[in-house]
């Protein structure tokens, strides 16, 4: 896939514009465009009707929940429903990759996080993770069923942070050489989304709400329950307490990267959040807390807390011990025995697929009694703080300020939403501050920079209530010479107690365009939910279904990488996409250029008109072409019969291969 481009022009630039197009994708030696913008080539694939497609950053591509439905013991308890709600997902969402897709990214991590401790002797400090606890009530009195005390809740955090750090003198403590404190705990906030002091605990009662009865399905939870109580996943650990139908003990959602970082409007609960709105763990009320520290209502043998542990893990980015299979199947983690199936109880003598080789039951990721279990091992700590420190909704909470007491004078800027490719030339950068604190603002200096030279000041003035943001122009930016520069930029605010988001740095490369350019969307792509090499994602309306690379079988008959929009999602009509390339520099390209690109996309029924466009700038996206050079839609899109189920390209046939001359 060759772009040249315009004749006589030194650089130009393709947007693609998505008018409704559900599935666009790259394939090997091909470029793809949706329908929003597109700077460049690229090979589109499409399809009307994929509802989402994340890459994940850590556990790849799935927002899902882990558990296993399948087998009871005891007292018709369902240990943990992880894994079936996994599954229940895979089977709305036939796009999503396989869960293990995720795992050599993960592994290379851990590997070279493992050669840094073999230099450092350490895994770093202690991560402190702020913590919301919903309790799902049915209007009991504070305290009685559902309703749980406010001492059930310390408690359980209390064996969180016991388990997690191997506390001596504590059930979480363990003499086993491959033991190990993760160095992870777990605090309830003291600072809610919008700045003002909490106790970390809501209690909501669903006859004020308007949900149903109780108890409650997985999908009503993750459906209703979840996304009208949630706060922002990036700040906190949301844990729901809830009466949860089935004998389900609890589930929950695996780390990804469907946060989609660098994307504009993504700032938490104020951004897009389709994606993350049911990020969390889930726990039946009456195995929250521990009975070994007088919590009440509580139902052995899962009354130690251990459930939480055991969905925290998982939250966390840990499998099941057994890996969910049998002795063939591995829990990526090289020091928890292979063993076959979960273990119920707490057996002396338990089997293991190695001879001599005793299974771990005492792992907190296996199914055994709360009683018997006191064990996270090395590699699944190192694990657990990989996925801290790489995935973004996770890492984020790391220097979360929900953990910062509110204080009348807090200032943050937040984000720097500019492109990372650009023309030489004098910018305007435009930041996003927010009032952190409780008292409006009516001034806030900025403090900014290119890589390690001077600091330079602007100061923002107006009024910022508690809570809101504010954008504010830094002017004049000089990025005349080509180069990569990181542009750093912070508030100042006097007296700010709260360091941990004032500041963010950004990449940029200032060049003249690439020529040719091509892109498969394989390389580089593994493990980021935007695309490599200074693509550029515009979601104009900020309703979350936008450009996602996704994984499908391409023009090739191969399993590829492929950009695509979610169109069979779209409630209204009319909503733009955009998929932008980086800035190709025509100025030595033959008089002859073409764009070409594949696209896969069926329609739902021939009312459906969905439509692909790319447009063209010749001045590093200044100004746009009044005409699009490519625009399709409806039948005249389709590469295929239309369909009522969602789209994922199967078949090499399915897909069409578009040219048009520049």
């Known amino acids: 896939m060759d772009f040249a481009g315009l004749k006589n022009s030194k650089s130009a630039t393709l947007r693609l514009d998505d008018r409704g197009v559900s599935f666009f994708s790259g394939e090997r030696q091909r470029y793809l465009y949706t329908p929003r913008a597109a700077h460049l080539p690229t090979i589109l694939h499409g399809s009307h009707e994929l509802q989402r497609l994340y890459v994940c950053l850590c556990m790849r591509y799935t927002v899902v929940l882990t558990g296993l439905l399948g087998s009871v013991w005891a007292q018709s308890w369902i240990r943990c429903a992880t894994m079936e709600v996994d599954s229940m997902m895979r089977a709305l969402y036939p796009d999503w990759p396989r869960l293990d897709d995720y795992e050599p990214y993960l592994r290379q991590k851990v590997q070279e996080k493992k050669a840094f401790m073999e230099r450092a002797r350490t895994i770093g400090g202690v991560y402190r993770i702020p913590v919301v606890v919903h309790v799902i009530h049915d209007g009991e009195a504070l305290g009685t069923g559902r309703n749980i005390p406010d001492a059930n809740i310390q408690h359980q955090i209390e064996v969180l942070n016991e388990d997690f750090r191997r506390m001596a003198g504590t059930p979480g ?48 939870i993750d459906g209703t329950i979840k996304p009208a109580t949630q706060w922002d996943p990036t700040r906190y650990l949301n844990i729901w307490v809830v009466d949860i139908q089935g004998g389900v003990l609890g589930y929950a959602q695996f780390p990804d990267a469907s ?12 951004g897009c959040t389709q994606a993350a709105n049911t990020d969390g763990v889930v726990i039946r009320y009456s195995a929250f807390g521990s009975a070994l520290k007088g919590s009440t209502g509580l139902n052995a043998p899962y009354h130690l807390g251990r459930t939480t542990t055991h969905e925290v893990g998982h939250w966390l980015g840990l499998r099941h011990t057994w890996g969910d299979g049998d002795c063939t199947v591995d829990d990526f983690c090289d020091d928890t025995p292979l063993c076959d199936g979960a273990h119920y109880g707490c057996q002396a003598n338990p089997a293991s697929c190695i001879a001599g080789v005793r299974r771990m039951i005492e792992n907190y990721m296996d199914y055994s009694d709360d009683g018997c279990m006191n064990i996270f091992t090395l590699d699944q700590a190192l694990r657990m703080r990989v996925v801290l420190e790489y995935c973004p909704r996770r890492r984020s909470l790391i220097t979360s300020p929900a953990l910062v007491p509110p204080a009348a004078t807090d200032a943050a800027l937040i984000d720097l939403p500019i492109p990372q490719d650009i023309c030489p030339g004098t ?58 520069y990181f542009f750093t930029a912070c508030t100042n605010l006097a007296n700010d107690p709260d360091r941990t988001e004032d500041t963010v740095t950004t990449r940029l490369v200032v060049h003249n365009g690439f020529y040719p350019l091509y892109e498969t969307f394989e390389q580089g792509w593994e493990g980021r939910p935007v695309p490599a090499h200074l693509w550029r994602v515009v979601d104009p309306d900020n309703d979350c279904f936008t450009w996602r690379p996704g994984h499908c079988v391409g023009s090739n008959g191969q399993r590829t990488t492929a950009m695509f929009v979610n169109c069979w999602a779209y409630s209204q009509t009319g909503r733009r996409d955009e998929l932008y390339t980086p800035i190709i520099d025509l100025t030595n390209a033959p008089s002859s250029v073409q764009l070409s690109f594949d696209v896969a996309y069926r329609r739902y029924d021939n009312s459906s008109a969905d439509e692909l466009r ?30 009522t189920a969602r789209f994922v390209p199967s078949a090499a046939n399915e ?8």
């Open 655 to 662: 897909w069409q291969t578009r040219t048009v001359d520049l």
């Open 427 to 484: 910018y305007n950068i435009t930041t996003v501050l927010r009032n952190n604190g409780t008292s409006t603002l009516t001034s806030i200096p900025v403090a900014y920079r290119l890589n390690n030279g001077p600091w330079q000041t602007a100061t923002w003035t107006g009024s910022l209530g508690a809570g809101n943001t504010t954008n504010f122009t830094l002017s004049g930016i000089n990025l005349t010479t080509p180069g990569e």
């Open 614 to 643: 790319v447009e063209i700038a010749t001045n590093c996206g200044t100004s746009w072409a009044g005409t699009p050079i490519f625009q399709q839609s409806g039948a005249a899109l389709a590469t295929g019969t239309n369909t």
């Open 259 to 270: 946060g989609l970082l660098g994307m504009p409007g993504d700032q938490g609960m104020g």
């Open 173 to 220: 403590w363990n003499n086993d050489p491959r033991g190990a404190d993760t160095r992870i705990e777990f605090v309830l906030a003291k600072r809610d989304p919008n700045g003002n002091p909490t106790t970390g605990i809501v209690r909501w009662n669903r006859n004020t709400q308007g949900w149903t009865a109780p108890p409650y399905t997985t999908g009503y």
